[in-house]
């Protein structure tokens, strides 16, 4: 009896040991999940600088070439890192999220956010650095390959004050990928 106790004790210690899974890590962005309907309510008439909840503001939705709408989503200050800078755009196939992009601050904010993905979906899958012009610091890219989803990071989007991160569905990749094989096939004929 003592030496089953003992084993119980021992595995629940195993356990609490082992780090978290990746995909338990959730799907949701800023509140946003992925995966799921488009239900955000629109930001009103005073549009969404200011706003206590995400909201949907009165841009006109972009239609993408392979098949996704982009909604501009505000978000509260109270809450939101201090990295994101301006609206998130959404993506969403048939009313489902498919990818979120959120601005950064862009080579001033890249090693916070790093660090900030780093803690949520673990070590990148791959990493590089590149110089950018007017900036003696390199922007660094990362990219998270998971189950469900990939991550990117751009440090720098081509402006030393523009970063980017992107939070996709493999079958919004997919989408995006299959649309440039198209579009590069149809400029080698």
């Not at 959404?90 to 956010?113: H, K, L, M, P």
């Not at 991550?151 to 990928?177: A, C, F, M, P, Q």
Request: a positive charge; proline letters at 6%.
């Amino acid at each position: 009896m003592k030496r089953a106790i003992n084993m119980v004790f021992v595995c629940c210690l195993l356990v609490s040991a082992m780090p978290a899974p990746v995909a338990a890590q959730g799907k949701s962005v800023l509140g946003i999940e992925l995966g799921s309907k488009f239900l955000l309510p629109g930001c009103g008439a005073g549009g969404g600088a200011v706003t206590s909840r995400p909201c949907v503001n009165a841009d006109p939705v972009t239609r993408k070439p392979w098949g996704a709408d982009e909604y501009h989503v505000a978000v509260p200050i109270s809450g939101t890192p201090s990295y994101v800078r301006g609206e998130l755009k959404v993506a969403t196939v048939g009313g489902i999220v498919e990818s979120v992009q959120i601005g950064t601050w862009g080579i001033q904010a890249q090693d916070g956010v790093l660090e900030a993905l780093t803690r949520q979906y673990g070590k990148p899958t791959r990493t590089r650095q590149q110089k950018q012009p007017y900036s003696r610091t390199p922007a660094r890219f990362a990219e998270w390959d998971l189950a469900d989803i990939s991550v990117r990071l751009h440090g720098s989007t081509g402006s030393i004050d523009w970063g980017l991160i992107e939070v996709s569905t493999r079958r919004y990749g997919k989408l995006v990928n299959e649309y440039e094989q198209r579009q590069s096939a149809g400029a080698s004929r």
